[in-house]
Every structure is written in C-alpha cells, then in structure tokens.
C-alpha cells in the first residue's frame, strides 16, 4: 500500500505469503525477478528451463525479515526504486 500499489483479484499482497518457489510458480509467472544476484543463480541452476524470465534487481536487496518497520520501509524504497530504473512494467 505505501508503494501505491492496488491489489487486484488473483495477485492481492494483503494475502501473500512466502513459500519457496517451484515449478509451478516458475511456469505460471510472466517474469520472476531476485532479489540478490545469489538467488538469481540459484533460480536459474534449479529452474534452467524458465531462465528466460529471471532477471535480478539492480542492486542486491537484503531480506528485513525479523528486523524492524525502517528495515522494511528501506526494502520497500530500495524495490521501488530498483523497479522504476530497470523493469520499465
């Protein structure tokens, strides 16, 4: 929500929930983007034939998890950012 981001039927973030990814995830999306490098390999080494659709952020973007609200509000500048410079959507 502090993105401006509106939920829409079927995609709606107020639900999400993490879980590893798989296949069928892979196979589903348009694009999966990574949040490091790192897990960018890794996605393309467990998932070679969807490399198509991985790319990276710009900039590594460490997980807040456990950390406190400014931890998650500066994820959240860093994603928008790296979004609005890279991933033109």
Known sequence: QK?????????DYRTHRARRIDER?????????AMTKQHLMR???DFPQYA?????M????PDPFLMGQKEYDRCLD???E????????
């Open 78 to 80: 860093s994603i928008t």
């Open 25 to 33: 995830v892979c196979a589903e999306c348009d694009r999966v983007i």
């Open 43 to 45: 996605l393309i080494y």
């Open 52 to 56: 198509s659709k991985f790319s990276a």
């Open 58 to 61: 710009p900039e590594d973007i």
């Open 3 to 11: 993105a401006g981001v509106t939920p829409v039927e079927g995609n």
């Open 82 to 89: 790296g979004i609005k410079g890279s991933f033109a959507l």
